[in-house]
């Protein structure tokens, strides 16, 4: 990344001019200006995250991360030929409300793909701690600082708002034969502009709200809940379009007064507006002048709080915010109760208190789980909400299906999540320690490792259980269908910690990452294949279970005996790896340390 303190200040003689100074850095940056190098600056920052940050250079990933959020337009544009071309002799062209679901599906997904991005990127929508003490010694004024990060700010959202629309504006408007194709890609382009300008103004006013209500502190501490939340909520929009796109004349002509809160139908009205003028229903408009409405006050309300939270975050920054509370006796009695029955042994319980403590002062790590666990989220809502049509009107229903698959849904995204997470390190010059005591982990600190995301998997799918249970307690009416869940639950914990952790013989957040993503396309193969039946089978198991009470003692010797043949496997394996020399890496650590940089 481009070294911006080299283009405004220069040790040896710092009242230096700008021109003489730009003579040290490189060729490509002398013809910049100052705001140039600082949009560049902000722009590069925007990608420059540990949690995601891909090889090569900075172009490079923004020409793949734009062309993977344009494929899903172009593939649904292509998959819609057929609908408008070729369809069956005797029979009419694609009908009015099909085709506005085709229009709705395009103003969703820009929208929530401008929502994702922001919410991602959403500890660099103001300058951190490394952008104040980067910039702000160097002679440039406040008010540059700022245009600069609004500029690069504006231009970030513009490419992705671009192409998120880009290829459905393209093809959508060819293969739908309407009247003009002109109107017809204007109104496209004009509807989810507005769409994914709402989305991403709601989320940048919503932080800028939080700074200047509440603190710099406190929103640190309840970021990650706001980040997973606002993540579950655009995805669960996503996961409900095939559901909405189907009843859309159903919700849009009922009378309901509750589709009139939903933003994406306020651009879907746009749209209609724009492409069918006066014609269009009379919902339409009125979606419209709602959505026309709410993007003013949205807009307004960013340019209020922008400036104001910007300035606060900057002298918060500067200051220090850091308040560390006292321990309390409760987490000393957790501590204890946890040492006596999980961690018995000094290794264990070092790197039991290890990955807790990492978690804690590691924030794209507690980011990257928030945004997980809100994805988890989404899909069970998609799974569990469905629509039930009563004389002409849609109701919202619970599916059996649904509440039944939350267990073994949870139970897989929260083991997974974790390892991911585990693989991902943290400061590797940092794990000094690791090679002066043995780089090798034992048995001792894989067993930490599991225990201690098994117990958090276990409390997690237990509360998911219960509150399947408070809000439709006919899914599991009786003492032996919950006690039956129960049971498949932890089971289903156990198992799945022992199989996804069997070849993880490391110390959680100290492998290099490269190594860590080495297997990662088969992994997400055998994830989009090996998903469903799982969840499945989960399921049937679980009904099975309930059947019988002669079926609980075989249900727990199968988890014990699975349980026992996969820890003995291990073991093998952890055996197998201590008979192996050392490592050539393990003999120049202290040079790895980076002591002379």
Not at 91 to 99: E, S
Not at 111 to 117: I, L
Not at 429 to 435: I, Q, V
């Amino acid at each position: 990344m481009l070294n911006i303190s080299q283009i405004f200040s220069q040790t040896e003689n710092p009242v230096l001019s700008l021109e003489v100074q730009a003579r040290a850095v490189r060729k490509e940056v002398i013809q910049m200006n100052r705001l140039v190098v600082l949009v560049r600056h902000f722009f590069e920052r925007f990608f420059d995250n540990p949690m995601t940050s891909l090889e090569g250079e900075i172009g490079v990933r923004v020409v793949q991360i734009m062309c993977a959020i344009a494929v899903p337009g172009l593939m649904v544009a292509f998959s819609l030929i057929p609908s408008y071309f070729i369809f069956p002799p005797n029979t009419q062209p694609r009908a009015f409300w099909p085709r506005v679901g085709d229009h709705y599906f395009y103003v969703m997904y820009a929208s929530v793909v401008m929502g994702a991005v922001t919410v991602f990127e959403w500890d660099q929508l103001f300058p951190d701690l490394i952008d104040i003490q980067v910039l702000t010694p160097l002679p440039v004024p406040a008010r540059k600082l700022f245009n600069a990060k609004i500029t690069a700010l504006a231009v970030f959202l513009g490419l992705f708002l671009f192409a998120s629309g880009l290829l459905g504006a393209i093809f959508l408007p060819l293969i739908a034969e309407e009247p003009s194709i002109f109107r017809h890609f204007l109104s496209h382009v004009l509807a989810i502009a507005a769409g994914g300008v709402f989305t991403a103004a709601f989320f940048i006013a919503l932080q800028g709200i939080l700074l200047n209500t509440i603190g710099e502190r406190f929103f640190r501490w309840i970021s990650p809940a706001f980040r997973g939340l606002s993540l579950a909520a655009l995805l669960i929009v996503l996961f409900l379009f095939p559901l909405l796109s189907q009843n859309l004349q159903l919700l849009l002509m009922s009378g309901n007064p509750y589709v009139f809160y939903f933003p994406p139908f306020w651009f879907l009205g746009f749209y209609q507006v724009l492409l069918q003028g006066h014609a269009a229903l009379p919902v339409f408009h009125a979606l419209a002048a709602t959505g026309g409405w709410a993007l003013l006050s949205i807009v307004t309300l960013v340019f209020l709080t922008y400036p104001l939270a910007y300035r606060r975050k900057t002298r918060s920054a500067i200051e220090g915010t850091v308040a560390k509370s006292a321990r309390h006796r409760f987490a000393d009695a957790r501590d204890a109760i946890v040492h006596a029955v999980f961690v018995h042994k000094p290794t264990q319980r070092a790197v039991y208190h290890f990955i807790g403590k990492t978690l804690k002062h590691a924030p794209h790590h507690r980011v990257y789980l928030s945004m997980y666990g809100g994805a988890g989220f989404a899909l069970l809502m998609a799974s569990i909400i469905a629509f039930k049509q009563e004389n002409g009107h849609l109701t919202l229903v619970l599916s059996e299906r649904g509440l039944r698959s939350a267990i073994p849904v949870v139970a897989f995204l929260a083991v997974t999540g974790l390892k991911t997470a585990f693989m991902s390190p943290v400061a590797l010059k940092a794990n000094w320690p690791f090679y002066g005591i043995g780089i090798r982990p034992d048995g001792d600190h894989v067993a930490s490792t599991q225990r201690w995301t098994l117990l958090r998997v276990l409390i997690l799918t237990t509360a998911v259980l219960l509150f399947a249970k408070i809000i439709a307690p006919a899914v599991f009416p009786g003492v032996r269908q919950l006690a039956a869940q129960l049971l498949v639950a932890q089971g289903l914990c156990l198992l799945l910690i022992d199989v996804l952790f069997l070849q993880f013989l490391s110390i959680p957040f100290t492998v290099p990452l490269v190594y860590s993503k080495r297997n990662m396309g088969f992994l997400l193969a055998a994830f989009l294949i090996l998903f469903p039946p799982f969840i499945l089978q989960a399921v049937d198991a679980g009904r099975w279970v309930e059947r019988s009470y002669w079926h609980f003692p075989i249900a727990v010797l199968f988890i014990v005996g699975a349980h026992l043949a996969l820890q003995s496997q291990q073991q093998r394996v952890i055996r197998e790896r201590a008979s192996l020399p050392e490592s050539e890496d393990a003999d120049d650590f202290p040079q790895r340390l980076g002591l002379a940089d």
